[in-house]
């Protein structure tokens, strides 16, 4: 990775989460005595490329002023919005602030605020393979399962062929730059962001997927917690 690209981690995390069934948002639930964003952060921190973070936060979090920060390096924040892809734009104008007359080339390494348990090494493999392209990348995983597609009423109308299917994980990580004008793009143009990526590929790019580890969950029901957990205790079990 070229010495002139600037690395920094960019977490939206002004959801509410309602299918947690909790009045705390679910960044903000404990595993093993601490918030979730806060194994989050850790993991974000702990990458050597990785040069600080930022969190878009909602206006008066009530949360986040108790969240403690294990890492020398800078944790800044700032506004959300009303989706996700709000939230990533303030983030990437904020971290624009930050290097205003900077040769340095700037990437915006993003990631969901509910997935504590990913693996470091799973981000240097991502920030190795396509740091320095355009068209950037984002974990992910081969779909191994046999896919079904429903119909209104919820019985099968047809088998999806898995060949060539992913799921699509985070980090992900691309130019702040491109990303700030891709994001922009798609919603002048009124096209659905479900994340980064697809920005990105609705402006003619084609992220690089980069293959990474089943661990990496996305806490979006009660349940996740206890298997997070257990992949954060197995996690520090098998580090040296």
């Given at each position: ?146 896919m079904k597609r429903s119909g209104a009423d919820q019985a ?85």
């Amino acid at each position: 990775m070229s010495n002139e690209i600037s690395i920094w981690a960019v977490v939206p995390a002004a959801g509410i989460g309602k299918r947690m069934l909790s009045d705390v948002p679910k960044q903000y639930l404990k595993i093993a005595g601490r918030a979730v964003i806060e194994h989050t952060l850790d993991r974000l921190l702990s990458v050597p490329q990785v040069r600080g973070v930022i969190v878009a936060l909602q206006n008066d979090d009530p949360y986040w002023p108790s969240i403690n920060i294990q890492s020398d390096k800078p944790v800044i924040t700032t506004g959300g919005g009303s989706e996700r892809c709000h939230s990533v734009l303030n983030a990437l104008e904020t971290l624009s602030d930050q290097h205003p007359s900077s040769t340095t080339k700037t990437w915006a390494l993003v990631h969901d605020a509910v997935r504590p348990a990913v693996r470091v090494e799973d981000i240097e493999k991502l920030i190795s393979t396509v740091a320095g392209s355009d068209d950037g990348g984002l974990l992910a995983m081969p779909v191994r399962d046999t896919m079904k597609r429903s119909g209104a009423d919820q019985a099968v109308s047809e088998t999806v062929d898995r060949e060539g299917l992913w799921h699509a994980l985070t980090p992900q990580l691309f130019d702040s730059r491109l990303l700030k004008q891709a994001l922009e793009q798609a919603l002048q143009d009124n096209f659905l962001v479900t994340d980064e990526s697809s920005a990105m590929e609705h402006a003619g790019y084609r992220p690089q997927l980069v293959s990474g580890s089943e661990d990496n969950i996305k806490i979006t029901c009660p349940g996740d917690l206890q298997l997070a957990e257990l992949y954060l205790q197995a996690s520090k079990i098998s580090a040296p």
